[in-house]
Nanobody
Framework: QVRLVESGGGLVQPGGSLRLSCVAS????????MAWYRRAPGKQRELVAS??????TSYADSVKGRFTISGDRMKTLYLQMDNLKADDTAVYYC????????????WGQGTQVIVSP
């Protein structure tokens, strides 16, 4: 059982920055594709950015050029969020999905991000 713990959320003004972290209970980057999701109030959960075991990254169109996903290749996944907008307000979740076992995935508890003047 892999445990994921997110941190780094908070209240920030539009145009500001935050850095989210997701720490796993064990070294997982060699076997798990990692991703950040978010769920805004009244909306469905959406994929924000992903980081696969080969180090390839991808982003939702809404965050391209503003968010950067990265990892330490061991236990910690990051999401650097710059030029934040009100629409980025959401609970952000970290997910780990085993690259070869389809039903083996883990989620963190989420961290709240509020972008407001």
């Amino acid at each position: 059982q892999v445990r994921l713990v997110e941190s780094g959320g908070g209240l920030v003004q539009p145009g500001g920055s935050l850095r989210l972290s997701c720490v796993a209970s064990e070294k997982i980057f060699d076997f798990y594709n990692m991703a950040w999701y978010r769920r805004a109030p009244g909306k469905q959960r959406e994929l924000v950015a992903s980081f696969n075991i080969g180090g390839k990254t991808s982003y939702a169109d809404s965050v391209k050029g503003r968010f950067t996903i990265s990892g330490d290749r061991m236990k910690t996944l990051y999401l650097q969020m710059d030029n934040l907008k009100a629409d980025d307000t959401a609970v952000y979740y970290c997910k780990a999905h085993h690259f070869d076992i389809q039903d083996r995935e883990y989620w963190g508890q989420g961290t709240q991000v509020i972008v407001s003047p």
